[in-house]
């Protein structure tokens, strides 16, 4: 392969949970008096952590989310997925892939550890990552499109960032591949080719990523 570590992201790569999340968003910002269409909150927060919610929303309105927004959120969102989540289709044979060939990964995702863990156990994809290969804007001070979470990830997996490639599905995703010094590409299940501007190539399903790899 001619990286030495793939970097994944979690939402809408390893778990089909954008159209989940993003619903349940779109929801409850509209609930708290922020009306806001599925249409937008992928557009406005799909691939970012959950502080961009609260600076858009600041930066829009002049008001503040609730001080229990984050936990209600997350609340609502993990009940969801106990329900609904299922793993990106074709994801476990290029996990699979990369085992057979020695070659080393990890996921970076802007969710928290805990919605990283709930979504891989409800999936089936909990045997693939342990603590050391999970990584979240939890970790680092600034969330995507910022380098910081892949930067950090590549260092603690000891892989310097131009051996890097991220595998991403968002506009802000790969912008902050981009910004780290790494390759990135850009998977269309949800998005067009056309917004994931800057990334090496792109992919509409799993099965075509491994020959990208190679």
Known sequence: M????????????????????????????????????????????????????????????????????????HARVFAAFERELVAVDGVTEVLEKLVAEGASYCVASSGSHARIRVGHRKTGLEGWFDDGTVFSAQDVGRGKPAPDLFLHAAARMGVVPERCVVVEDSPLGVAAARAAGMDVYGFTAMTSAAKLDGAKGHFGAMAELPALLA
């Open 2 to 73: 001619r990286y030495d570590l793939v970097i994944f992201d979690n939402d809408g790569v390893l778990v089909d949970s954008e159209p989940i999340s993003n619903t349940i968003l779109a929801g409850f910002l509209t609930e708290l008096g922020h009306p806001t269409s599925y249409e937008e909150s992928i557009r406005d927060y799909m691939g970012a952590a959950v502080h961009r919610v609260h600076d858009l929303v600041k930066e829009r309105t002049g008001q503040s989310l609730p001080v229990d927004f984050d936990d209600t959120l």
